[in-house]
């Protein structure tokens, strides 16, 4: 039994090793993508002083690497982009968790049709469903009071990690629309479109929609 319990724990520990070790190299792949979109940024913006645009070959660059991300831009110099929601990168949202007396919550991401990481707060057998930005403003037309969400259940709610990072990640959405306006990019333009997507991406650290739906974006945060 004791031979039997030292195999199980030696095969749990090579698996904790195995998760971390993929764990790292996927962070250190998505911190080197975020690296790589950041120094085209700065070329195309260099770019945009010198020629007016950026060039063909560094709007090339930048898409390719906004779709290793996860983020489908169609042609950067012709057709509308697309968003492939099933490929988005999400982490740290849409997981639900239990508060218990059948209280549940889940943070989710910005969406095209909620612009901000917003938060629902469910308990089926008191039919109470509430939705709310992470800011407090209303979300599908719902806030937490307004659902009759108690008050106990909503401190624990917003002193989650998942919800304190939607507010992290709504602050550095807020600063990359500021750096967008300060470069004077035209986001009707799908060269400058680009170079606000890898803004965004770079400054909010993960890739929550495709370019498409940016000026959206940047209008409601």
């Known amino acids: 039994m004791k031979k039997l319990a030292n195999q199980i724990m030696s095969f749990i520990l090579v698996l904790t090793m195995v998760f971390a070790t993929g764990t790292t190299a996927f962070a250190a792949e998505q911190n080197s993508t975020l690296y790589k979109i ?4 700065q070329k195309a913006e260099s770019e945009r002083e010198r020629y007016g645009e950026a060039t063909d070959e560094t709007a090339k ?11 489908e831009t169609g042609s950067y ?10 490929v988005i990168a999400t982490r740290g949202y ?9 209280w549940t919550y889940r943070v989710d991401r910005p ?16 039919n109470i469903h509430g939705v709310e930005n992470v800011d407090g403003t209303p ?26 990072k939607g507010q992290k990640d709504l602050k550095k959405m ?9 470069r004077k990019l035209n986001l009707s333009v799908n060269k400058d479109l680009l170079i606000a997507a890898g803004i965004f991406v770079t400054a ?15 209008a409601a945060v």
């Open 61 to 71: 660059q930048l898409q390719v690497a906004l779709e290793a991300l996860g983020v």
């Open 174 to 182: 807020q600063e990359a629309k500021r750096e967008i306006h300060r």
């Open 94 to 102: 849409g997981q639900t968790h239990d508060l218990g007396k059948g």
């Open 139 to 164: 979300s599908h037309g719902k806030t937490l009071d307004g659902s009759k969400v108690p008050k106990d259940v909503q401190k624990k709610v917003k002193d989650s990690k998942d919800y304190k």
């Open 204 to 218: 909010v650290g993960v890739a929550f929609v495709a370019p498409e739906f940016l000026p959206a974006l940047l």
């Open 111 to 126: 969406s095209s049709d909620n612009a901000k990481p917003h938060v629902h707060v469910d308990n089926n057998s008191k």
């Open 77 to 86: 110099s012709g057709t509308q982009p697309v968003v492939l929601e099933d």
């Open 38 to 41: 950041q120094q085209l940024v």
